[in-house]
């Protein structure tokens, strides 16, 4: 039995699944009661482990109130430029952030904060923590 390493776009739609079912606040034991699956095979979608299926995705994506697009939207593309890099990959780091529940809880505080000028403040805040642990680890 080989174990191959998931195909990078079927672990970009997973974990597009499960940033998306986080953020709806179900749980994957739900969301696999809406699919006639087991939470287990929702957690092999989500890790890319296992393909999803046409079909499925357009049940995912109705189950999650979401286009099928949605769930490929930034992901790797796959189309190869004459450099040999993808065309409109975005970083893999920001979907891994989202996906994480850590992630998903600061976006969506963040997001509700309306003065444009606390936010930035965040933000700067952020950086300088980021900076000085960055300077203490060299």
Excluded at 24 to 41: D, P, Y
Excluded at 54 to 67: D, G, H, K
Excluded at 103 to 124: C, M, N, P, Q, Y
């Amino acid at each position: 039995m080989s174990t191959k390493a998931p195909n990078p776009v079927d672990k970009y739609v997973g974990s597009r699944v499960r940033m998306r079912r986080i953020m709806l606040g179900m749980s994957q034991e739900k969301l696999g009661e809406a699919l006639g699956l087991t939470f287990q095979q929702v957690q092999k979608y989500e890790k890319g482990t296992n393909r999803v299926g046409a079909s499925r995705l357009q049940q995912i994506s109705e189950i999650l109130q979401v286009p099928v697009s949605f769930l490929f939207d930034g992901g790797p593309s796959g189309v190869k430029t004459a450099d040999g890099f993808s065309e409109g990959s975005s970083p893999t780091y920001v979907a891994d952030f989202l996906a994480t529940a850590e992630g998903l809880a600061l976006t969506r505080a963040f997001t509700r904060i309306a003065d444009a000028k606390l936010r930035r403040s965040i933000v700067e805040l952020v950086e300088q923590i980021a900076a000085r642990e960055a300077a203490e680890q060299v």
